[in-house]
């Protein structure tokens, strides 16, 4: 019960954080496309990154949302933080006078701050993901007490 409590905790903020992220974006869709436009490796894909990382965000959100798609959405969001946080540590190490790209409140951090947000983010994934698999292996093993997850 305190595991599913804790999942369902971490969800909730997972959602907030990419619902509010990719609303944010949107939202102020041409500065965020101008500022993707500004970052010579991303120049050439901001127009579809423009829509793609909001998409990419509500996606994770709404598979966090439903119970049966949790883990995968889950999986996502520790995908999607890994990836930023490495864009933003190239950010550091090529350029740091660009601007960040990312919306609303997140955008008022500086890059190092931003990453070790991240990286609090991508921790409270994980540990998301590990509490999933190891309720769905308890769950797996109360159904099936003398099978060993479905292997006979």
Not at 50 to 72: C, Q
């Amino acid at each position: 019960m305190r595991r599913t409590v804790i999942i369902q905790a971490i969800a909730a903020a997972t959602i907030i954080l990419f619902v509010y992220a990719s609303l944010s974006k949107l939202m102020a869709y041409p500065l965020f496309t101008a500022q993707l436009e500004m970052h010579p490796l991303l120049r050439p894909f901001a127009g579809w990154l423009a829509w793609a990382v909001p998409a990419a965000e509500l996606l994770v959100a709404a598979l966090l949302v439903i119970p049966s798609t949790r883990l995968m959405g889950l999986y996502g969001s520790a995908i999607l933080l890994f990836m930023f946080t490495v864009y933003l540590t190239v950010m550091i190490l090529t350029d740091k006078h660009l601007p960040c790209s990312c919306g609303g409140l997140i955008s008022r951090f500086t890059w190092r701050q931003h990453i070790v947000f991240n990286l609090v983010f991508l921790a409270i994934a994980i540990t998301g993901i590990l509490l999933n698999r190891k309720r769905t292996k308890d769950i797996v093993a109360t159904i099936h007490p003398n099978s060993s997850m479905g292997v006979n």
